[in-house]
């Protein structure tokens, strides 16, 4: 079983920047990819930006130019910095692991609030 770790998340006013962290245990399996994904009330959860076991990355369009997945794997640690908030960023935001073999594993959350 994998688990993950949010944080980061916090009130930010739009223009500003925040830095998450997704923070994954170690894995007996390969983890395919980490995707961070954030919902609004009454919405369904949209993927934001996915970093794939060789590296590769893709964002979303809303977010692209703004947002930058990243990871260290020395700290099996992925991060989402965010650039040039918005207010329609306001979000909780989770992160998801794509394990083989084994299927996905969500974090708990972490809210992140984007003032106008």
């Known amino acids: 079983q994998v688990q993950l770790v949010e944080s980061g998340g916090g009130v930010v006013e739009a223009g500003g920047s925040l830095r998450l962290s997704c923070a994954a245990s170690r894995s007996a399996f390969r983890i395919n990819a980490i995707a961070w994904y954030r919902q609004t009330p009454g919405r369904q959860r949209e993927p934001v930006a996915v970093m794939h076991s060789l590296g590769s990355t893709t964002y979303a369009d809303a977010v692209k130019g703004r947002f930058t997945i990243s990871r260290d794997n020395a700290k099996n640690t992925v991060y989402l910095q965010m650039n040039s908030l918005k207010p329609e960023d306001t979000a909780v935001y989770y992160c998801?692991?794509?394990?083989?073999?084994?299927?996905?594993?969500w974090g708990q959350g972490t809210q992140v609030t984007v003032s106008s």
């Open positions: 998801k692991a794509d394990v083989a073999f084994r299927g996905d594993y």
